[in-house]
């Protein structure tokens, strides 16, 4: 798929995962906290602002206690806390998934001339497996694309 002429980048890991951090350090530089940046990702940056503001306090716990503006229910409420929960997974993944081997992954830069098929030949991995992993669809790969390879 294309946005406005150009690749769209919305499935790119590394791409998504930029555009996020962006998101949130400026939900950040505006709401003044990480808690409040991170249940604005989920609720918007306008809606926690009224949210602060009908509460009158910079507390998540206090907006999450005292607040019921619309929209505002159970995933809105319960972000942050699915946050804390799913990086403290992340950080102690061997506890939680014991066994479990980490898949070594590479990322790989589209050039021209590439096609899927050269790419998953050089990696020794199959087409399909790259599609997979890239959430790629019938669109032709882009130069510059960045690419996830699954070792």
Same mark, same amino acid.
């Given at each position: 798929?294309?946005?406005?002429?150009?690749?769209?980048?919305?499935?790119?890991?590394?791409?998504?995962?930029?555009?996020?951090?962006?998101?949130?350090?400026?939900?950040? $530089?505006?709401? &003044?906290?990480?808690?409040?940046?991170?249940?604005? /990702?989920?609720?918007? %940056? =306008?809606?926690?602002?009224? @949210? *602060?503001?009908?509460?009158?306090?910079?507390?998540?716990?206090?907006?999450?206690?005292?607040? $019921?503006?619309? &929209?505002?229910?159970?995933?809105?409420?319960?972000? /942050?806390?699915?946050? %804390? =929960?799913?990086?403290?997974? @992340? *950080?102690?993944?061997?506890?939680?998934?014991?066994?479990?081997?980490?898949?070594?992954?590479?990322?790989?830069?589209?050039?021209?001339?590439?096609?899927?098929?050269?790419?998953?030949?050089?990696?020794?991995?199959?087409?399909? @497996?790259?599609?997979?992993?890239?959430?790629?669809?019938?669109?032709?790969?882009?130069?510059?694309?960045?690419?996830?390879?699954?070792?």
């Amino acid at each position: 798929m294309k946005v406005d002429g150009a690749a769209d980048q919305r499935f790119d890991p590394v791409r998504s995962s930029e555009a996020a951090a962006r998101h949130l350090a400026r939900a950040r $530089s505006v709401l &003044g906290s990480w808690p409040l940046a991170v249940a604005a /990702y989920n609720h918007g %940056l =306008a809606g926690i602002a009224r @949210a *602060r503001a009908a509460v009158g306090s910079d507390s998540l716990d206090d907006i999450i206690r005292g607040y $019921s503006g619309p &929209g505002f229910r159970f995933a809105s409420r319960n972000f /942050y806390a699915e946050f %804390l =929960a799913a990086a403290h997974v @992340a *950080r102690n993944a061997a506890f939680y998934f014991p066994g479990l081997k980490p898949v070594p992954m590479l990322q790989y830069v589209v050039r021209p001339g590439d096609s899927l098929w050269k790419i998953a030949r050089r990696h020794r991995v199959s087409v399909r @497996a790259l599609v997979v992993a890239n959430n790629l669809g019938r669109t032709p790969l882009q130069r510059g694309q960045r690419l996830i390879i699954r070792l």
